[in-house]
């Protein structure tokens, strides 16, 4: 589907859902139909330091010491325009009761996964989450018993294993297996790994922090195993609107019909659009009905299907949007991590960073330096005065690793490397 086809179709989602007068007045927020044409391309400009000093960032929480945050996956480039404006427009409402998911919301999913996925998705298949991580918390819930087993695919996003602990289930690992530089899946691994208390894999797609958009051989083959072995998939595709280089991104459930089947694929706009402060701001698209049914009835019950007012805005005005701001940030990506690979190449340092086919996270195998895991942080902590994620944090095959963060402003990035190099050569002499 063309951009302009998806518009059109958007055109005729808001019209659907658009009311007479006197009950549009309350729904003039989700009636307001799609947005046809981008601002002007000064209204991005990703080069500009924007201070976020004072606002509570995690990120910049932790750089007590003039370092450079480079960790925690948010950017630092300003929030997607149309959905800054967005809830602007709302926040200047008088009312800010309870609020139900309304009819735009799912036909806003489809549209888009449709138009930039090229994913048919049947506006039953959608529903509300409650956020990525909290989505992925309550599926365990929901469809696992204590004792049961859940695999997880690392080096992956250290926030899958935690709450499993935490349940009583069992976290199982079937890591990624690296070769010739290239990461793959092991799936005779996982057909070994499998037993009558395995219930649930949690996919990571595309995935972080190595940065793969799994290709749909590999998705299906995955959905075979399990839909055969009896174990539903878990997929997380919050980094799914964000690949690089015209690389596509598939989603599980468009992988085949054993993938539909089984799959329970969660996302949202909180990464490509710079929101991830909105809590909350997340979909899931369950094809099975019985699978929907059962999650979103238990969604219900804990009382976390009613969506905060912004995150319902946010996804409307991220979805509903042309997509020239987002083409315009992929491409800005992609120059901060060609930077990154130009100066190490340039400078011939021993880390081999490991260009990512979405996503602003770059894994840098740092193995080569011989530094122990703790020895490494402190290196990049202490000397270069940069703050990574630590590599060993997203468990087997993290260490001698460190995930680093280049959503951010050229001049930031640049600095970054400048401090690297020196610190490097100090390590050398
Ligand atoms: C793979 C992945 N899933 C989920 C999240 C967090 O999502 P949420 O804030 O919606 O829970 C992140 C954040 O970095 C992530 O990288």
């Known amino acids: 589907m063309d951009r302009r086809d998806f518009l059109k179709g958007m055109a005729a989602a808001g ?12 729904l003039a927020s989700t009636c307001t139909g799609p947005r046809k044409a981008a601002p002007a391309s000064g209204a991005w400009d990703f080069d500009e330091l924007i201070d976020r000093s004072g606002t509570w960032s995690i990120k910049y929480g932790r ?9 925690i996956a ?47 998705v049947e506006r039953e298949w959608v529903g509300y989450a409650p956020g990525v ?33 935490r349940l009583g289930r069992v976290a199982v690992d079937n890591p990624l297996i690296l070769e010739d530089g ?57 980094h799914g609107d964000l690949s690089l280089w015209g690389r596509s991104h598939c989603p599980f459930c468009h992988a085949s019909d054993a993938a539909k089947r089984v799959g329970i694929l969660i996302a949202g706009p909180t990464k490509a659009f710079n929101l ?29 299907s009613e969506p905060a007012i912004p995150t319902i805005e946010a996804v409307l005005a991220a979805y509903r949007e042309d997509t020239a ?18 100066i190490f190449a340039e400078h011939r340092v021993s880390i081999v960073p490991m260009r990512p086919q979405a996503s602003f996270l770059v894994w840098l195998d740092c193995r080569a330096l011989g530094l122990p895991q703790e020895e490494l942080m402190n290196f990049f902590r202490e000397r270069a005065k940069v703050i990574p994620s630590n590599g060993a944090g997203y468990g087997a095959g993290g260490e001698g690793f460190i995930r680093l963060n280049v959503g951010c402003p050229r001049a930031t990035l640049n600095e970054a490397l400048k401090r690297i190099l020196a610190a490097l050569e100090g390590l050398h002499s």
């Open 182 to 238: 290239r990461y793959r899946m092991d799936l005779e691994g996982l057909e070994r790994l499998i037993d009558e208390r395995t219930k649930a894999l949690v996919l990571c797609n595309p995935h972080n922090p190595v940065g793969i958009c799994w290709d749909r051989e590999t998705l299906a083959a995955l959905a075979e195993i399990c839909e055969r072995r009896g174990v539903i998939v878990i997929s997380d595709e919050i």
């Open 133 to 165: 991580i909290t989505g992925i918390n309550q599926a365990y819930l929901c469809f696992t018993q204590p004792g049961d087993k859940i695999i997880i695919q690392p080096p992956v996003y250290d926030h899958f294993r935690l709450y499993i602990k």
């Open 276 to 304: 991830a402060g909105l809590t909350g701001t997340a979909f899931c698209i369950i094809p099975d009905a019985q699978k929907r049914e059962r999650y979103l009835g238990a969604l219900s019950a804990a009382k976390l």
């Open 15 to 26: 019209a659907a859902v658009c009311v007479p007068a006197g009950v549009a007045g309350v």
């Open 325 to 342: 701001w987002l083409n315009a940030l992929k491409e800005y990506i992609q120059g901060n991590i060609e930077r990154v690979e130009q």
């Open 74 to 120: 948010d950017m630092d480039f300003r929030t997607d325009p149309f959905v800054r404006e967005a809830l602007q427009k709302r926040l200047e409402r008088d009312v800010l009761g309870y609020t139900s998911t309304p009819e735009a919301f799912y036909e806003a999913v489809a549209a888009w996964e449709a138009a930039i996925h090229d994913f048919p």
């Open 63 to 71: 750089a007590t010491n003039g370092e450079i945050p480079m960790w």
